[in-house]
């Protein structure tokens, strides 16, 4: 049975930093497309961040380039999204997901059938 664990989410001022961690369980991170989308209050999720082991290739939405930076850990099979420079539109629900996502379909939430349940972050002051 696969399983993605968020955590690390939490409220935070602007313009500090949180690191969330995806735990997978049932399947290796090593052979997936590993992704973090997130969903803002009356918003529709929306893509965030994404790396492919194999390639080595990192794909960001515009919004979060250059804040945000997806890494892994294939022996611990955690995925991570450092975020930095968080501002209050980054507030949402953040989900991790695995799939075999193509490069064209790498954003679409329907290249993924495997989600956590998410974990909450609040940018605040």
């Known amino acids: 049975q696969v399983q993605l664990v968020e955590s690390g989410g939490g409220l935070v001022q602007p313009g500090g930093s949180l690191k969330l961690a995806c735990a997978a369980s049932g399947l290796s991170i090593n052979n997936y497309v590993m992704s973090w989308f997130r969903q803002a209050p009356g918003k529709e999720r929306e893509f965030v961040a994404a790396?492919?082991?194999?390639?080595?290739?990192?794909w960001y939405a515009d919004s979060v380039k250059g804040r945000f930076t997806t890494s892994r850990d294939n022996g611990k099979n955690m995925v991570y999204l450092q975020m930095s420079s968080l501002k209050p539109e980054d507030t949402a629900v953040y989900y991790c997901a695995a799939g075999r996502a193509i490069t064209s379909t790498i954003r679409f939430e329907s290249a993924y059938s495997n989600w956590g349940q998410g974990t909450q972050v609040t940018v605040s002051s």
């Open positions: 790396s492919r082991w194999t390639s080595g290739n990192t």
